[in-house]
């Protein structure tokens, strides 16, 4: 099995990183609209729900052990990679998506992120209502954390 591991990081600026959970939606033909599915769903398209921004200058070592932590567990096949960017610079992602065949690594991996970051389901870091049955976890198909580029990160292959 293949994992990463953070070699070295230098935050150079207050530029935040994020912490993204996504959910899946799907084309609802008679509703004329997109519409939440659970995570076990076959749907392709994935919806931002909650997102953190956590700055450097007040969160520096939450930052360092989630990268740390992140890194270890992420998809080595999606990760990392440039996916978006602001006025301020491009983020490189690091993805965990939901797989069924690993239910049970990415279940752990999003309860220690909320254990970390609670903050991260309150309502001013909600971007998109979920519906209002179920619970919130079935609705999580995937973690993206991502840091600015103008961050050094060098990381390594492990091989376990």
């Keep these: 099995m293949r994992s990463l591991k953070l070699k070295e990081l230098q935050i150079k600026d207050d530029i935040p990183l994020y912490v993204t959970l996504d959910s899946l939606t799907t084309w609802d033909k008679n509703e004329n609209r997109y519409k939440f599915v659970t995570r076990n769903a076959d749907s392709c398209v994935l919806t931002p729900v909650y997102t953190l921004k ?3 200058s007040s969160s520096k070592e939450k930052i360092v052990a989630l990268l740390e932590y992140f890194f270890k567990v992420c998809d080595v096949g999606t990760s990392p990679q440039c996916m978006w960017g602001t006025d301020d610079c491009d983020y490189i992602s690091l993805l965990l998506p939901y797989t069924r065949y690993d ?4 279940d752990l991996v999003r309860n220690k992120i909320l254990e970390q970051f609670p903050e991260l389901l309150m309502q001013e870091n909600c971007l998109e209502k979920l519906p209002g049955y179920g619970k919130t976890e079935d609705y999580i198909a995937s973690i993206e954390v991502a840091y600015p580029e103008t961050w050094t990160v060098e990381y390594e292959m492990i091989d376990s």
């Design 54 to 56: 956590l700055y450097p």
């Design 103 to 106: 239910q049970i690594k990415f």
